[in-house]
């Protein structure tokens, strides 16, 4: 039994996906929609960790492979089926794609300049979106399904919706509710096992090698490109799934998803997790994910609640410096979180962890055999 | 027989500095050739043209019948020659092993190869060759400590390792002891010997002259960009250009 084991790490992490309904109980956490959110902005990070923690190279343009995922799903969903499996193929498969056209061009410079490129074509994607590209993208309102959408497979098959607008589905089984979860766990699982593999192959190793001396790469016999590019549309794809899956839970696409905030937010996820750990993005997710949930939940009553036992003026003072912090302003207590992770953990929540483990081993005396996971 | 490597007429310049002028040099199959030259001459400068991180301006370098002017650096490495660089380059965040590891991957899957499901606990092989490397260079004891934590001879020995594990048809070597303990020159001497023996051709750039004339079968001396002479250990000892060119800067200093 060790994690060095792919098989013994899959089990474990496929136990605890889908068992989260049970675990994130005690919390309040294990209602679909927030677990469907881990699941998908899971896919994103994982998928966007193979980018930056393997190679190094920062992007920050990968909201827009979401958002054409997202939109490639729906209209999917409008013209093929209803069925969420072409949806999620082709959501993948054309976000791949498009991240190959950006990737080639973005990878002509490296670091900050990089940087700044998949920047500036995300937000022309977003741009486009809501204007010359209003016939795909509908614009302000957003793509969305209509009863009339032609829907060929489904025709095909004789699905004919008879009142309201159809419903995702995966050969009918409804994706909403705990159902729309495990199908987002499901893949989710096997996008953790693209990672693993990665992250324990030889291509994997030559992308860590490329984060730490690029120069050494090339006069050691390597052309480096074609290994960032490969990393690059391997983590647009990712982004594209996600986008997709985005569109399986809740059937409609707006550019807002392919804003720049879209891209910052899976950086800080990575980061605040522990970039270039296979798990890390996945806590960044959970963290940010979960406390959003609570914190963005919060108003003025239910502060002045929770601070009712004591003095009413010392209430009244704390309700009125906590505010700025929840509801609206929960970017500002994400912004407060990320400093301190970055200022005191830069290898994020997993540095802490193996501080942790590695501060009670030495307590306990236990010397010898460790066996961390990479 | 003709030379494995032909330097011809190759000039480079920075600006108004000539950093080097119509340099010629052949370096025979097998053999081990040593530039030396005092600081400034152009022996970094000649190494580069060669690997392909500088271009020189006019001139050619034929290695084993091929233009190397204009290549790709890794498209040079996969040609068979292959350089370990005055300053230690390594990879600091990997570990010793992998650090070795990768140059024998670029050995087998050349400039780019996409195998993201292959197993890296199952390249033993790779690893093996890796490990018997680092044995080369006795480093082999601390091959999972981090490269980026050793000390700066070891570094290099490191690099060495990382340059022998590819078998290059020819070894360019950029001060191979500079900022070594004296033990630690002697054993990389040592080792260097023992390659000569294997036949694997050597291009040395080196200050120490106890490690030049234990090593060298040819000498060539560069001076301010120009080869002002070039033979065997004896008659480049006894060559008064050198003695000149050598005793001039040591007078300066």
Known sequence: ?374 | MSPILDIDNVSKTFGGLHALSDVNLKVEEGETHAIIGPNGAGKSTLLNCCIGRLEPDTGSVTFNGRNMVGMEPWDINHAGMVRVFQTPEIFPDLNLLENVMIPALAKRDGTFRFNPFRSLARETEIRDRAMSALADVSLDRFWNHHAGSISRGDKRRLELAMGLVQEPKLLLLDEPTAGMARLDTNRTIDLLKQIKESGMTKVIIEHDMHVVFSLADRISVLAQGRIIASGTPDEIRNSPKVKEAYLGESEDE
């Open chain 1, 1 to 374: 039994m060790s994690l060095k084991n792919n098989l013994v790490v899959m089990l474990l992490f496929s136990a605890i996906v889908l068992s989260a309904p049970w675990w994130l109980a005690p919390i309040g956490a294990n209602y679909p929609d927030l677990l469907q959110k881990f699941a998908i902005f899971g896919l994103f990070a994982i998928g966007f960790n193979i980018l930056f923690g393997l190679t190094g190279y920062l992007s920050f343009g990968h909201a827009a492979f979401l958002g054409v995922g997202s939109y490639t799903a729906v209209w999917s969903f409008k013209l093929l089926t209803m069925n969420v499996i072409p949806a999620v193929i082709l959501g993948t498969l054309v976000s791949g794609v498009f991240a190959l056209l950006i990737g080639w061009l973005s990878l002509r410079r490296s670091g900050i300049y990089f940087s700044i490129l998949t920047l500036a074509f995300a937000q022309m994607s977003y741009s486009l979106a809501y204007s010359v590209l209003t016939p795909i993208t509908n614009g302000e309102t957003g793509l969305q399904l209509s009863q009339q959408d032609p829907r060929v497979l489904d025709a095909m098959a004789g699905i004919v919706p008879t009142e309201g607008l159809p419903t995702t589905n995966l050969f009918g089984m409804p994706m909403s509710g705990y159902s729309g979860f495990y199908f987002c766990a499901v893949l989710l699982i096997i996008g953790f096992w693209v990672t693993l593999k990665i992250f324990r192959s030889p291509y994997g190793l030559k992308l860590t090698a490329i984060k730490s001396n690029t120069m050494r790469m090339k006069y050691t016999g390597f052309n480096t490109r074609p290994y960032l590019l490969s990393a690059f549309v391997i983590s647009g794809m990712f982004a594209g799934l996600a986008g997709s899956l985005m569109a399986v839970t809740d059937p409609l696409a707006g550019a807002e998803r392919m804003q720049w905030t879209a891209s910052g937010e899976v950086v800080l996820m990575t980061i605040l997790g522990g970039a270039g750990t296979l798990i890390g993005p996945l806590l960044g997710v959970g963290i940010i994910k979960y406390f959003e949930n609570i914190f963005s939940a919060l108003n003025d009553s239910a502060l002045r609640a929770a601070y009712d036992f004591l003095p009413a003026g010392l209430a009244d003072f704390l309700t009125t410096v906590t505010s700025p912090f929840v509801g609206e302003g929960w970017h500002l207590t994400l912004g407060l979180l990320f400093m301190l992770v970055v200022i005191f953990l830069p290898g994020g929540v997993m540095q802490g962890i193996s501080l942790i483990s590695r501060f009670l081993r030495r307590r306990l005396g236990m010397a010898g055999e460790s066996g961390g996971a990479s």
